[in-house]
């Protein structure tokens, strides 16, 4: 250490604590989740589910980060927070993931786009999924076209979240 | 475009087991998750106690926001207004003449009932109100209608309890935290009231759509009895919701079903009540019975 100074300063031969590392994706992950604690009363599914937009877009950014498991916790934090019945998003989500560790078995090399499709396969899957058991327990009968712009929208919004993601990646890493 | 870090761990044999454990733990999660689901199939609030952290947490947070935005929620309401200004002041001047004698005649018909009700020694005790609370937050990006209200069991909220606002019925308690708890909007396609149109007693039963609007099926043989434009009110049948609280209007008709609105609107109340359910409320022994005996046992004792 040169100058005590300039501890914030990025520099070469420094590495950032492990907790940046690690502890940023997931406390965004969780932050995401958190928005429904904003004081919006909503007369219909209209908020886009961004815990798991930005879980996606850490997984497609940088596939090497998580196991597999950490859609249980995470999903088990976003069913505290949504109102889905608990359970639904341990389940969905990790089944999201092994969906696309097995997708990336036969794709490795795959662009942008691509990464787009999977994501909005994996929200389509996990929407419609939440949206069946929010049926079976308890819901009545929901109907589906009820979630459909909020899938439109959630899909059509994942780049942003990729772009956000990848700006506080960029400042993880860097020491 | 560059190859991307596979996750395949090569001929590591210490890495290869650590990838197959992880998908084992993944896989058997996924599964208590989907156990999970099930026992909420039988069980819809049983696992409620978990969300008692994440509640406690987010109720200072969703108040504070609440704080802020309650001014800015009304801001297209009032555009709204100033757009048609010059002709619903006379629209509205007309409705105040027209209400003027209705509220005179309203005020002689609620001397009329008092003086009755004095007549009948009935008492008009209505201890039914538990609380008043706000909506600070609600389940926005689930197919469910939840809410949450800023009080909870510590406050004396029940699950059940019936949460209105004066302009008429929100919904009722489904799950209570020590200091918030959801209320199960009246929208919500669970949440199934009885009502009765306001002016001839039809009964019907209204069910929430999930879309900010209900649907009512009367519950007469024949042909569908709502038009646009009928009031629905509480009946009070089922013993949760007191009757005669406001519930929706009818906007459309087809076939053998109605769409109703709700009047209240959970986004634009400033605070709610919360109620006892109704049959509690009937049931309880009146405060006035015990002491009128014991006055009653001294007058005994003193007259002879």
């Known amino acids: 250490m040169i100058d005590r100074h300039l501890n914030h300063v990025p520099r070469l031969g420094r590495h950032p604590s492990r907790f940046r590392l690690a502890g940023t994706p997931v406390f965004t992950v969780m932050l995401g989740s958190c928005l429904t604690a904003l004081p919006v009363i909503a007369q219909s599914p209209v908020m886009p589910p961004f815990g798991l937009l930005v879980l996606l877009s850490w997984r497609l950014l940088r596939p090497d980060l998580w196991r597999t498991w950490i859609g249980l916790p995470l999903g088990l934090f976003d069913d505290m927070m949504s109102g889905q019945p608990i359970g639904s998003g341990m389940f969905l989500w990790t089944v999201a993931l092994i969906g696309i560790d097995m997708i990336e078995h036969r794709m490795v090399w795959r662009s942008y786009r691509q990464d787009w499709l999977i994501a909005a396969l994996a929200i389509i899957f996990c929407i419609a999924g939440g949206l069946f058991f929010a049926r079976i327990t308890g819901g009545g009968n929901v109907r589906f076209l009820l979630v459909a712009p909020q899938i439109v929208w959630t899909i059509l919004l994942f780049p942003f979240v990729v772009r956000q993601c990848a700006r506080i990646d960029r400042w993880r890493v860097m020491a | ?304």
């Open chain 2, 1 to 304: 475009m560059a190859r991307p870090p596979s996750r395949r761990p090569g001929i590591n044999r210490k890495a290869q087991y650590s990838l197959f454990a992880s998908y084992v733990v993944a896989v058997t999660g996924a599964a208590i998750g989907l156990l999970l689901v099930v026992v909420a199939i039988f069980d819809p609030t049983g696992f409620s106690a978990i969300r008692i952290g994440t509640a406690e947490i987010g109720r200072p947070v969703s108040m504070a926001l609440k704080g802020m935005v309650s001014g800015v929620s009304s801001v297209d309401e009032i555009l709204a207004a100033y757009w048609r200004a010059g002709t619903q002041n006379v629209a509205l001047r007309r409705q105040v003449e027209a209400d003027r004698n209705r509220i005179i005649e309203a005020k002689g018909v609620a001397q009329e009932n008092l003086r009755l009700k004095k007549l009948l020694k009935l008492v008009d005790a209505d201890a039914s109100q538990v609380l008043t609370a706000r909506l600070i937050a609600s389940s926005a990006s689930s197919a469910r209608r939840f809410a949450r209200l800023n009080a909870g069991r510590w406050q004396g909220v029940r699950p059940g309890m019936p949460v209105r606002a004066p302009e008429g019925l929100i919904g009722r308690i489904h799950i209570v935290t020590p200091n918030s708890s959801d209320v199960l909007l009246l929208t919500d396609t669970a949440n199934i009231v009885p009502v009765r149109r306001a002016n001839d007693n039809i009964p019907a039963i209204s069910t929430g759509l999930g879309d900010g609007s209900v649907e009512i099926r009367a519950l007469t043989a024949g042909r569908n009895p709502f038009r646009p434009g009928d009031l629905l009110v509480t009946s009070g049948i089922g013993g949760v919701y007191q009757p005669n609280i406001p519930v929706a209007v009818v906007v459309r008709a087809q076939g053998e079903i109605a769409y109703a609105v709700p009047l209240a609107n959970p986004a634009r109340v400033d605070a709610v009540v919360v109620e006892r359910a109704f049959e509690q409320a009937v049931t309880r022994p009146g405060p006035a019975a015990p002491p009128v005996s014991e006055e009653g046992a001294a007058d005994n004792a003193v007259t002879p």
